[in-house]
């Protein structure tokens, strides 16, 4: 097996008092955080257990239903076409039908009013 090197930087009293606390309980620091990997390893396919578990040894209080990052990102990607329809509506635009022009005739009409506001046509 090939092994990698971790290395991260804590405050020194909590390096200390860590390191006190895991040989007390005979366990090393290498295999405290070996343990931590080996979680998230396994379970790398659930997030949500990954961030819970994570959440918990930092002490901070876990939402039951915390969305992952998954999650809030298919939520933005489903509100994307109303976006459009909600700023129409703040804008007091209530029938916004397509005109039934093509994307060329669209554009033709866009520079005959530009020549005729320059006078051109």
């Not at 971790?6 to 020194?12: H, L, M, T, V």
């Amino acid at each position: 097996m090939a092994t990698a090197q971790i290395n991260a930087r804590i405050d020194a009293r909590l390096k200390s008092d860590g390191d006190r606390s895991f040989a007390a309980v005979g366990c090393t620091p290498t295999r405290a955080v070996r343990a931590l990997w080996t979680f998230a390893s396994k379970n790398g396919h659930d997030s949500k257990k990954v961030r819970a578990l994570v959440e918990q040894l930092e002490g901070v209080q876990v939402e039951p239903h915390a969305k992952t990052d998954a999650e809030q990102r298919m939520e933005r990607a489903k509100e994307g076409p109303l976006i459009v329809e909600r700023a129409l509506q703040e804008m007091g635009i209530t029938n916004a039908e397509p005109s039934g022009f093509s994307l060329d005739e669209l554009r033709e009409k866009a520079y005959l009013e530009k020549w005729a506001a320059r006078k051109l046509s």
